[in-house]
């Protein structure tokens, strides 16, 4: 349970900062694929098996590491603070995870170098740029683009969800006229045989 609770805050913790700053797509590819290399580094490492969300946790601290790392011009003294504390909560919980024998570290350290080589691969690389009025503004020239139609994906699937839940409290308009069962029952009938 306690390693759950730290999981769900570290999720809290550092999921929507990383989300704000790769946006829902990429945060998405990148905490699926440190997931899923993060098991696979445990499945490979330890002779227990173990399953869990916390390889991809960790992946997201590693993505958010490479994220600040690769573009430190740009947040300057912010950004290695931002880094520091990153190094120290890691190195925090692979010692926590050392004490505890129930805790599979390989499956953090999978996840990390997961995060970590995806962020690399399609995180945010800024740039700072000028226009020739003089205005400056900054561009994402990541190393590779995720497909546009995965990058969209968690925005699609939120509004059908959302959808989905007004349907389900009655919180919608139907585009299907109000009509009586009974051909040609007229309003008043079908209102009194409904009341019966």
């Not at 050392?98 to 690389?125: T, V």
């Not at 400056?136 to 969800?161: A, H, Q, V, W, Y």
């Not at 585009?175 to 009938?189: F, G, Q, V």
């Amino acid at each position: 349970l306690v390693h759950l609770a730290m999981n769900s805050f570290s999720l809290n913790n550092i999921g929507p900062e990383v989300e704000r700053c790769f946006g829902h797509g990429r945060f998405l590819g990148t905490y699926l694929a440190a997931g899923v290399t993060g098991n696979l580094v445990s499945a490979y490492m330890t002779p227990n098996p173990s399953v869990g969300a916390s390889g991809a946790i960790f992946g997201l601290v590693g993505a958010y590491a490479v994220f600040l790392g690769r573009n430190k011009n740009l947040f300057g003294q912010s950004g290695e603070r931002g880094l520091a504390s990153l190094r120290q909560t890691f190195v925090t919980n692979l010692i926590y995870g050392f004490m505890s024998p129930q805790i599979d570290n390989w499956g953090h350290i999978g996840g990390a170098l997961g995060g970590a080589a995806a962020a690399y691969a399609f995180g945010p690389k800024l740039y700072l740029a000028a226009a020739p009025t003089g205005q400056r503004f900054i561009l994402d020239k990541p190393n590779m683009r995720l497909p546009s139609s995965f990058e969209t994906f968690p925005k699609k699937l939120g509004e059908r969800l959302y959808r989905l839940a007004d349907k389900m409290e009655g919180n919608y308009k139907s585009d299907m006229p109000a009509k009586p069962l009974i051909p040609n029952e007229s309003k008043e009938e079908w209102q009194r045989r409904r009341h019966m």
